[in-house]
């Protein structure tokens, strides 16, 4: 049985932060090169010539460091939400469109958690983006847009479009067309206090 499109796009400005994992040995490593280019390992990791430098088959770029990441789209004046179907446009939304506060019924199938990063000791990347910041496509045989769950989260003072879902399985992201606008690199050590 033929199914329908359901597509989604999000466009606007998303915010991720990275948290980057490696070994003491690999560490160890990439301060040595970041040492050549006088950078520190924080500045360097950002700067696509340490990947050249650091001249590993499997690490290319930035993209390619295994990492625990959070994100998505940042609720601002920039935020848009598309939801195609059938090859028509039949919602068009904000984020400020999902939140419920003011509310006396929900309109929408949104979903707040709220974080605020632990910071453990590391490397981070935090990064912001401009764009298409995430196309999403299911076939499915009928639409109903009680079925798609918003899934926002709350963290550093930021509301974000962190997942959408469709009865209750998870959209993949099939593509993105984004323009890194901001990009910052810095390490947390562990610090002893009195």
């Excluded at 989604?8 to 690999?26: D, M, T, V």
């Excluded at 003072?157 to 810095?186: A, E, H």
Aim: with cysteine.
């Amino acid at each position: 049985m033929l199914k329908n499109k359901l597509k989604i796009n999000l466009f606007g400005e998303a915010w991720i932060l990275k948290r980057i994992s490696i070994s003491n040995e690999q560490k160890n490593h990439w301060e040595k090169i970041a040492l050549k280019m006088n950078q520190s390992l924080c500045k360097a990791i950002i700067d696509p010539y340490f990947y050249y430098l650091l001249n590993e088959g499997a690490i290319e770029s930035m993209n390619d460091l295994v990492s625990i990441k959070i994100g998505g789209l940042i609720n601002n004046q920039k935020n848009q939400i598309e939801i195609w179907y059938k090859n028509r446009k039949v919602q068009k939304l904000k984020i400020n469109d999902l939140l419920e506060e003011l509310l006396l019924f929900p309109l929408y199938n949104t979903s707040v958690s709220r974080t605020n990063p632990d910071y453990e000791t590391g490397i981070y990347i935090e990064q912001k983006e401009i764009g298409l910041i995430g196309s999403y496509e299911i076939r499915t045989n009928n639409f109903n847009i009680n079925n798609l769950e918003f899934q926002l989260l709350k963290v550093d003072g930021m509301i974000i479009l962190k997942n959408l879902k469709y009865q209750n399985q998870n959209l993949k992201r099939i593509k993105n067309d984004t323009l890194i606008t901001f990009q910052n690199g810095f390490e947390v050590s562990n610090s002893i206090q009195d």
